[in-house]
């Protein structure tokens, strides 16, 4: 009798190269790759996610990458002011500020230090959502954020196959000249873009993967890879139980679930052990206690912080600083009290 199965699974070939503890991960794109990216920082593996924000699109991704490779300082021309804010046409909206100044300065410092690490990264995660553009009729560009700028001032289409192609064997030719070994992995994100209806949403996408197969097969799968991460939500999460309540976000759930196969698939084993230890220090800065005064949440708090400086000499590319201070200021706060009393 055969067994009975209750979703498909995605079949994902092996990697022939993974990363680690000891490697450097960039994330450029949209929110799976905050997704991804911000569980990789919280357990403490090198990572730099989106040095510009969220972006959606190849275009407004190559743009960010290009700024990268060119290490470009902005200046106040570079901005424009509009609904009593500051914005730059390459960054997300929380880089906005009131003053050019302010957004200036957190522009240029994210660029330059991200810049020298895309030339150090071990690997490129590159996440497109939407192959739909929107070009400023002003001065042409494609956009990354409108910012809250009327409709008519933009002309929206959608990118084909060949441009995206075009533009990324020469991007990946000109990062590579930068950082010879870098390893490049794209994804697309399998939250859908309804806004453009469910036909249109379908051929965007499949405009991004069309494109991300061309570009793989002619630089080489010695250097990219493709991670299927819309293919999991479709298929193995064939359920809006997995959505949030928009029906178009993915949930807390579905993310653990894509998480854990980007582990097991491209983390390497030794790294899922740290890891585990990484989370338990984690999750012990969250915990609240009934009662934080207690000798027993003072013996929790310091077998904590020894695990943490533990760890952190084992591994010297862990960085528990913030932890350590915590615990620490968590530590004299109970002493002080008791001292009173």
């Given amino acids: 009798m055969s067994e009975v199965k209750f979703q498909t699974i995605v079949d994902i070939p092996e990697f022939q190269w993974k990363t680690g503890y000891g490697k450097k991960n960039m994330f450029i794109g949209s929110c799976f790759t905050e997704n991804v990216g911000t569980r990789m920082l919280s357990l403490k593996y090198i990572t730099d996610v989106n040095p510009f924000g969220i972006l959606y699109n190849p275009v407004s991704v190559a743009n960010g990458l290009r700024i990268l490779i060119e290490n470009k300082s902005f200046e106040k021309e570079n901005l424009f ?3 009593g804010l500051w914005h730059s046409f390459f960054h ?12 200036l300065s957190n522009i240029n410092q994210q660029i330059n230090q991200s810049s020298a690490f895309l030339r150090e990264t071990d690997f490129l995660f590159l996440t497109f959502g939407t192959g739909w553009v929107y070009e400023y009729k002003e001065t042409g560009q494609v956009v990354s954020n409108c910012h ?10 959608r990118l084909s196959v060949e441009a995206i192609v075009t533009e990324y064997c020469k991007l990946l030719f000109d990062i590579k000249k930068i950082n010879p070994g870098v390893k490049v992995v794209f994804t697309v994100s399998p939250i859908r873009h309804w806004k453009d209806g469910a036909i249109e949403n379908q051929r965007s996408k499949a405009t991004l993967f069309l494109a991300i197969d061309e570009i ?4 080489g799968a010695e250097t ?7 293919e999991i939500v479709m298929d193995e999460l064939r359920d809006y139980r997995f959505y949030a309540e928009d029906m ?3 949930s807390d759930v579905a993310i653990k679930h894509i998480w854990e196969i980007f582990e097991g698939k491209l983390i390497e084993k030794p790294s899922h052990k740290i890891s585990e230890q990484v ?3 984690v999750k012990a800065i969250k915990h609240k206690p009934f009662n934080p005064t207690t000798k027993e949440h003072l013996t929790f708090l310091v077998r904590s912080l020894k695990q943490a400086e533990e760890l952190e000499q084992k591994y010297p590319n862990l960085n528990f600083e913030l932890e350590k201070k915590i615990f620490n200021n968590k530590i004299n706060e109970i002493n002080n009290k008791s001292e009173h009393f």
């Fill in 81 to 83: 002011e509009y609904g």
């Fill in 148 to 157: 809250k700028i009327p409709a008519k001032e933009f002309k929206r289409f």
């Fill in 224 to 230: 990219c890879a493709y991670f299927p991460a819309y």
């Fill in 216 to 219: 793989i097969q002619k630089v």
């Fill in 92 to 103: 997300h909206g929380k880089f906005s500020a009131i003053t050019p100044d302010k957004i």
């Fill in 279 to 281: 989370q338990k220090i």
């Fill in 248 to 250: 178009l976000h993915i």
